[in-house]
C-alpha cells in the first residue's frame, strides 16, 4: 500500500469521525458518562475498553492485512462513539449517525491500482471457452521460442479463479494481496482470472457462490484444472453449506491451492 493513499478522502474523514469525539462530549452533559458499572469503572471508560477487546479478538481471528485492520479500527470505534454520544446528547447522535452515513456512501476505501497478472472474464461464455477448456491457450502459441514445443501439446489448463464485487469492501481489501499472488505465481500453465459476481448471478448460482444473506463469502476462489474444479476457498463442510471466511492470508491461500507445487511444476515451460 502506497503512502499516499492514507490521505484519500476515506482515511481522512474516518479518522476525523474518530478524533471529533473529544470535542463533541464537550457540548453535552457527561452525566451518564462518569456513572460507574458494577466493575467500578465510568460507562465511558467501560465502552472504550470493550472496542478496545473487541478489535484486538477480530485482530486475533480475522487478519488479514493492514486495510483489513484499519476498517476494523474505523468500523468499531465509530460503534463505539456512537453510544457515547448518545448518552450526551440525542441530537448530537443523530448528526454523528448522518455524518458517518454520508461519508459511508460518498468515500470508499481507495483500489488497489499496481500491477497484477489478473484477466478479467466479462461473462459465462467466455468463462466456459477459456477456463473450462480443456485446451491450454498457449498450444495456440507455438511460434513462441519461450515455449518448449515437445510439450505443448502435453500442457495442462490451470486457471485460479477469484469471483469479486466492486461493492464489497473485502474484495477492495484483499485486492493487492490477490494481485501479489499471481504476479509470483503465473507460468505459462498457471494463469488467474477474475469473474465480477454482480455481472454472473447464473454463474454463481451454478458453483453455490452466494451473493446475499449471511452466507455471503468475497472473494471466492476456485481452481480449474483441464476445466473441472479441483479446489475451492471457502469450501463445504458435511452437510453440504458454503463455510464462512475467517480471512485471507498468502500462506494459507497459496497452502489450499498448492500453488506453490504447481508452480515448481510448470516454470519451465
Given at each position: ?68 485492520l484499519l476498517h476494523e479500527i474505523f468500523f468499531y470505534s465509530k460503534l ?41 472474464i466479462p461473462n459465462e461464455q467466455i468463462f466456459n471457452e477459456i477456463i ?70 447464473n454463474l454463481c448460482s451454478k458453483y453455490k457462490i452466494y451473493l446475499t ?57
Amino acid at each position: 500500500m502506497k503512502y499516499s493513499e492514507y490521505f484519500s478522502p476515506f482515511y481522512l474523514f474516518n479518522s476525523f469521525l474518530l478524533l471529533i469525539y473529544p470535542i463533541l462530549r464537550n457540548y453535552g452533559n457527561t452525566f451518564l458518562l462518569n456513572i460507574k458499572d458494577s466493575w467500578g469503572f465510568k460507562k465511558e471508560n467501560s465502552i472504550i475498553i470493550i472496542v478496545g477487546v473487541i478489535i484486538i479478538l477480530r485482530y486475533l481471528k480475522y487478519y488479514t492485512n493492514f486495510k483489513k485492520l484499519l476498517h476494523e479500527i474505523f468500523f468499531y470505534s465509530k460503534l463505539g462513539i456512537s453510544f457515547l454520544i448518545l448518552m450526551i446528547d440525542y441530537k448530537l447522535f443523530f448528526w454523528y449517525i448522518f455524518c458517518c452515513l454520508v461519508i459511508w456512501l460518498l468515500f470508499k476505501p481507495p483500489k488497489y491500482n499496481g500491477l497484477s497478472n489478473f484477466i478479467y472474464i466479462p461473462n459465462e461464455q467466455i468463462f466456459n471457452e477459456i477456463i473450462l477448456s480443456k485446451k491450454n491457450i498457449y498450444e495456440q502459441l507455438k511460434k513462441d521460442v519461450n515455449i518448449n514445443h515437445k510439450k505443448v501439446g502435453k500442457l495442462d489448463n490451470i486457471f485460479f479463479c477469484m469471483f469479486y464485487s466492486n461493492y464489497s469492501d473485502d474484495c477492495i481489501y484483499t485486492e493487492e494481496l490477490f494481485s501479489k499472488i499471481s504476479i509470483k505465481y503465473k507460468t505459462k500453465v498457471l494463469n488467474f482470472a477474475k469473474i465480477d459476481v454482480d455481472l454472473n448471478e447464473n454463474l454463481c448460482s451454478k458453483y453455490k457462490i452466494y451473493l446475499t444473506g449471511y452466507k455471503i463469502n468475497l472473494p471466492y476462489c476456485i481452481l480449474f484444472v483441464n476445466g473441472e474444479e479441483k479446489e475451492r476457498y471457502p469450501g463445504f463442510d458435511k452437510h453440504g453449506n458454503s463455510l464462512k471466511v475467517k480471512y485471507y492470508r498468502e500462506k494459507e491461500i497459496v497452502s489450499i491451492f498448492g500453488l506453490d507445487e504447481i508452480y515448481e511444476k510448470t516454470k519451465d515451460f
